[in-house]
């Protein structure tokens, strides 16, 4: 597939990966929980793997427990293929709206652990994020639960999701940081320094986090990789998405940027994606990845999909090569208009 195939390092002296993973929230919770099919859906991971794929991201609170007991399922047989990154800190209230609040605390988060290992029949997680930093407690106290957890050979590596770079920092100073996940796309580039029309909320366990700063930067500088998820903007750069089409329960329903509004005010973005996909006889889905895997060597996107049709256009991106001039005109689309929580 070219020498975007080749393998980018998860962290300074880590594990060298593809540069494409699977996010597999979706399979589980979050769009269109309907269509939900396990057997399907732990057929795609499987792909993925055939395909070369090796990181496989998911986490405890998708679906509170069900993503991680699917993804044990359908690795159970190719341990040795998957490098599996989940998350904790986050804890469901409330599984049919979602509710859930940030739980930080040392005991918590080794107890998460356990039960993140229980559900995914592994022995070691590979990769292990703090979800969302608890602001009643300390990252630096949080950290250093997980960094004891490292030593006592339950976790290999350590990230963080969705922190500012001040967080980033702190936590470095005691334990690496492996990686970092945040939203980037190109309707998502606050880890650039940059922000949406309206800034992204923060008021729900769940929501985002601003950056305070380029923290794309800080990850290059640090030898920290940096892992994209909704890098196709929760599927609305993949130019199929109208407004309204959402079920009840989908994310996106009650979601500011999925409203006719912003539908109508972000027009400018899918139509210059579109441009540039029939310049390449290729996918919107596709442009939008590429560009991603050219804006920085540590990048390593985690596209969902439960369709391995999908799965396969996706991995295709990494045989785009985008030109000076497409990618400058891809980075100066405006920003998004709407907050994404």
Request: hydrophobic share 40%; charged share 25%.
């Amino acid at each position: 597939m070219g020498d975007k195939m080749d393998k980018r390092e998860l962290g300074a002296g880590g594990p060298r990966v593809t540069p494409l993973g699977l996010g597999c929230m979706g399979m589980s919770w979050g769009y269109a929980e309907s269509r939900r099919d396990d057997a399907t859906s732990i057929r795609v991971v499987q792909a993925a793997l055939d395909a070369g794929v090796e990181l496989i991201d998911t986490a405890a609170v998708y679906g509170d427990g069900h993503n991680e007991r699917l993804v044990g399922r359908a690795i159970a047989e190719r341990r040795d293929d998957a490098v599996v990154a989940t998350k904790g800190g986050l804890v469901v209230d409330d599984l049919p709206t979602k509710q859930m609040h940030r739980d930080g605390r040392p005991s918590a988060l080794r107890g998460h652990v356990e039960a993140s290992l229980a559900r995914l029949g592994i022995d070691r997680i590979d990769l292990y994020y703090l979800h969302r930093v608890d602001p009643a407690v300390p990252v630096e106290e949080s950290w250093g639960a997980l960094a004891d957890l490292v030593a006592a050979g339950k976790i290999d590596r350590l990230g963080l999701s969705e922190v500012t770079t001040r967080q980033a920092a702190a936590a470095h100073a005691i334990h690496p940081v492996a990686a970092i996940q945040s939203e980037l796309s190109l309707w998502t580039r606050d880890p650039l320094g940059e922000q949406s029309t309206e800034a992204p909320g923060g008021g729900t366990a769940g929501g985002g986090t601003h950056t305070g700063g380029d923290l794309l930067a800080w990850t290059r500088a640090c030898e920290v990789a940096f892992v994209p998820f909704a890098p196709l903007g929760r599927g609305y750069l993949t130019g199929t998405l109208t407004a309204g089409g959402f079920e009840d329960g989908d994310f996106r329903a009650t979601n500011a940027r999925f409203t006719a509004e912003a539908f109508d005010r972000n027009r400018a973005i899918t139509e210059e994606v579109a441009r540039v996909a029939t310049a390449h006889d290729a996918t919107p889905s596709q442009i939008a990845l590429a560009w991603l895997l050219d804006l920085a060597g540590n990048m390593i996107p985690i596209p969902g999909t439960r369709s391995s049709v999908h799965l396969a256009e996706n991995l295709a991106a990494l045989d785009i090569r985008l030109t000076r001039d497409e990618r400058d005109r891809l980075t100066r689309l405006p920003s998004a208009y709407g907050s994404r929580y």
